[in-house]
């Protein structure tokens, strides 16, 4: 317990330093994580590689990891995308690992372990992009619902491959191999069906029930809650089941998505989650061995460049055909361009059948973190990426259907347009005493507009430093911006559409600190939202204003009532 207690504090510290070096850098913190598994685990510095309790740490984060997703999850919002999500998750792993047969037979790897490399290299990590989007806070924007959508289907297909390959190597040379298979497909289709059932039925009849009974108790909220994570995860993952643990996590969130403490939950997980993520992602960095690196480098380096270019071209391409914008097919596509760990789990079932040699082994290893790394910044960035490869991506844009902005009136001149309605502005709205034919919403999350759609708004769903969104909202017949978004990017992106107009237009802005508020206010912004600075000379204002004892009872009737508003949203 000692050693471990040691190598434990030793590899935090590691990761610690590393990463205070790196933030100096602005380079991500996975970047910091992986890169001190690398050195830790090269070095033998802590026994990481081969322990079986960093593994279990590890697990138990990706676990907590995707039970948080699902509770951010709605089942209605996943039918919206369901339809989606299949065709382009099928039509991205058949096309890439046909492409990628190609490329390996090219590069004189034998048929079979071309065909277990090319599968692998298939299938894109959900845990990473996960996390890299809940950096951003794009989960909920509709390309992050998309990418989710997309990965489950991945993950799910990836399990039933692995369930084939490991059947085959059990009754190679069999006379009922067929049978055998066929058979074990069955029946983990079988036992899947009837614990989703079961998951079903406790989700509606018992966790109201138990929920009600615990919800003014935090402590027993976050016992419930990691002992039905990890509970159906571990339940999962017994030999009879055969599923995977991490899915299941994202299932028992999920059931739990509707409970009316899903927020609780996840702000009492949060912080166990992010330990132990750090916990993997440092085992991941471990895993890289670098046997045999010198014969593995070039073919890794080869289908790494395959990986990024060719997994996002997919993923638009179909995007688009399937009706949606440009944008939202680059964005999602720079969100899997990198490979999974059920990569590393298929060319291991291939290793033990004799089709993969260690070589082999490096190679997959070594493009799953070289894929990850660039897909890191690949994410992260993916909105500045895109303005310099927006004109080719706008060959992509086959659709006239435009279903990322369904029903889009006309807007009319002279309008105000609202960027961002879920939080402040949703509180702006309910203030301001506009007409809603004069307002123009704009919102990255699906699920904000079609609410103010119903209201009777023309709501746009999009990003405002897209061309496409900034013609359909009329920005440049606007006469007030109001943009509640503290994206610096966004924000200058829709300043420098605005004086390519050479038209007066009042912006309001909102920034995240004081020095963005400066760059926003040298750029023209009629004023800047700070919201740290902004309640506290609000409140100033109104009690130097108001020295009489019923102002600050008038001002909160007023502020419970726009409260109240904002929760029927």
């Not at 070594?366 to 890191?376: D, G, K, S």
Request: some cysteine.
């Amino acid at each position: 317990m000692d050693n471990l207690f040691i190598e434990l504090a030793a590899v935090m510290a590691g990761a610690g330093i590393i990463a205070f070096l790196l933030r100096f850098l602005k380079q991500p913190s996975i970047i910091a994580y992986i890169v001190t598994g690398l050195i830790i685990g090269q070095l033998g510095l802590v026994n990481i590689h081969n322990g079986e309790i960093f593994h279990g740490l590890g697990e138990i984060g990706i676990t907590l990891l995707l039970f948080m997703v699902g509770l951010e999850m709605d089942i209605s919002q996943l039918k919206r995308i369901s339809k989606t999500a299949i065709i382009t998750g099928l039509v991205q792993v058949i096309f890439t690992g046909v492409a990628g047969f190609g490329l390996l037979s090219l590069l004189g790897f034998e048929f079979v372990t071309a065909l277990y490399i090319s599968i692998a290299i298939s299938f894109s990590s959900t845990i990473i992009a996960v996390k890299l989007l809940s950096e951003k806070k794009d989960l909920q924007s509709l390309y992050g619902k998309i990418v989710v959508g997309i990965l489950l289907v991945q993950a799910v297909l990836a399990i039933f491959i692995l369930v084939l390959l490991s059947s085959s190597n059990a009754v190679s040379g069999s006379p009922f191999a067929g049978f055998n298979l066929s058979g074990q497909l069955v029946l983990t289709l079988g036992k899947t069906f009837m614990l989703g059932v079961a998951i079903v039925w406790l989700s509606k009849y018992v966790f109201p029930r138990v929920i009600k009974s615990i919800e003014k108790s935090e402590e027993l909220i976050l016992l419930f809650a990691l002992a039905w994570s990890l509970g159906i995860a571990a339940l999962f993952s017994l030999p009879i089941i055969g599923f995977n643990a991490a899915i299941a996590g994202f299932v028992a969130g999920l059931s739990l998505a509707n409970s009316g403490i899903q927020h609780k939950i996840g702000s009492r997980i949060q912080p166990l989650r992010d330990f132990f993520i750090i916990i993997f992602f440092i085992v991941l960095g471990a895993s890289l061995s670098l046997t045999n690196i010198s014969d593995a480098i070039i073919p890794a380096l080869i289908i790494t460049g395959f990986v990024l270019i060719i997994k996002p071209l997919i993923t638009s391409l179909s995007l688009s055909i399937l009706g949606y914008k440009p944008r939202i097919g680059f964005m999602s596509g720079a969100s899997i361009a990198h490979i999974s760990e059920f990569g590393l789990l298929i060319t291991s079932a291939g290793l033990a059948a004799g089709y993969v040699n260690e070589t082999d082994v490096t190679v997959v290893a070594l493009v799953r973190i070289l894929t990850i790394a660039a897909a890191t910044y690949g994410i992260l960035y993916a909105s500045k990426i895109y303005k310099y490869v927006q004109p080719l991506f706008n060959y992509l844009d086959f659709s006239n259907t435009k279903k990322d902005n369904e029903l889009i009136k006309s807007p009319p001149a002279n309008h105000i347009i609202i960027i961002g309605a879920h939080r402040l502005g949703s509180h702006i709205l309910d203030s301001l005493s506009v007409p809603a034919e004069e307002i123009v919403i704009i919102d990255f999350n699906p699920d904000v507009v079609h609410h103010y759609e119903k209201l009777g708004y023309t709501a746009i769903c999009g990003d405002i430093a897209d061309q496409y969104i900034q013609e359909v909202s009329n920005l440049k017949k606007a006469r007030l911006i109001i943009s509640t978004i503290p994206d610096l990017a966004d924000n200058m992106a829709t300043f420098e559409f605005i004086k390519r107009q050479k038209k007066k237009i009042k912006i309001i802005m909102t920034a995240q600190d004081e020095d963005e508020a400066q760059v926003l206010y040298d750029l023209g912004a009629d004023y800047v939202l700070v919201q740290h600075i902004i309640g506290s000379l609000h409140l100033a204002g109104v009690i130097e204003a108001n020295q009489n004892p019923n102002a600050l009872k008038k001002l909160k009737e007023r502020h419970l009532k726009s409260l109240r508003a904002h929760d029927h949203h």
